[in-house]
């Protein structure tokens, strides 16, 4: 059963500021659907990135994902105030058919 | 559009029954479907259930055995049943559609499972 671990659990950063984040999966995760999502407090998730790397719509493109196997990254660069949030990653079609990571807080 | 509904309050040990009304688009789309996601307070994300166009279902393996999914095409509704609910269910339960990542979410309903 594949499990996805992300770092660092708190990304303490300022605004303009590069924010990288990882999430390693377990085994490898098929086709490379790793998905990340965004989360404020009080809101449902909110699609980011799908397939590693292409962004959902309406997505800024300071937004960015890359990775294959079984380690993933997202870069948020020039971080902007509506930036800090939880972000998830997730994967789609191991076993189970889907799962999350535990979450990165990016924090001010 | 997805919107999830059901008790705010549940019993250890009854039964949940949410039900979870899209509109936008079909249930039928064989490039969507619709999944069940969980966030106890200030926790992380778990994903309980996925129900595919062609109605087969997918289960969370350690909930598995607590969970019933299905739908209602005519009503374009998706419902989620949980078993034996207990305390640690406490949870705010979002239905969500997978295309190309869940692109589309509901607003979330909060369930409190206490006596």
């Known amino acids: 059963e594949i499990v996805l671990t992300q770092s660092p659990g708190i990304l303490s950063l300022s605004p303009g500021e590069r924010a990288t984040l990882s999430c390693r999966a377990s085994q490898s995760v098929a086709g490379a659907y790793l998905a990340w999502y965004q989360q404020k407090p009080g809101q449902a998730p909110r699609l980011l990135i799908y397939g590693t790397s292409s962004r959902a719509a309406g997505i800024p493109d300071r937004f960015s994902g890359s990775g294959s196997g079984t380690d993933f990254t997202l870069t948020i660069n020039r971080l902007e105030p509506e930036d800090f949030a939880v972000y998830y990653c997730?994967?789609?079609?191991?076993?189970?058919?889907?799962?999350f990571g535990p979450g990165t807080k990016v924090d001010i | 559009t997805l919107k999830e509904s059901g008790p705010v309050l549940v019993k250890p040990t009854e039964t949940l029954t949410l039900t979870c009304t899209v509109s936008?688009?079909?249930?039928?789309?064989?490039?969507?479907?619709v999944s069940w996601i969980r966030q106890p307070p200030g926790k992380a994300l778990e994903w309980l259930a996925h129900i595919f166009s062609n109605d087969e279902s997918s289960y969370s393996t350690s909930l598995k055995s607590r969970l019933t999914i299905s739908r209602d095409t005519s009503r374009s509704q998706v419902v989620l049943i949980m078993t034996d609910m207990d305390p640690v269910d406490t949870a705010t339960y979002y239905c969500?559609?997978?295309?190309?990542?869940?692109?589309?979410w509901g607003q979330g309903t909060t369930v409190t499972i206490s006596s």
């Open positions: 969500a559609r997978i295309f190309r990542g869940f692109d589309i």
């Open positions: 936008g688009f079909s249930l039928s789309d064989a490039r969507m479907g």
């Open positions: 997730q994967q789609y079609g191991s076993s189970p058919l889907f799962t």
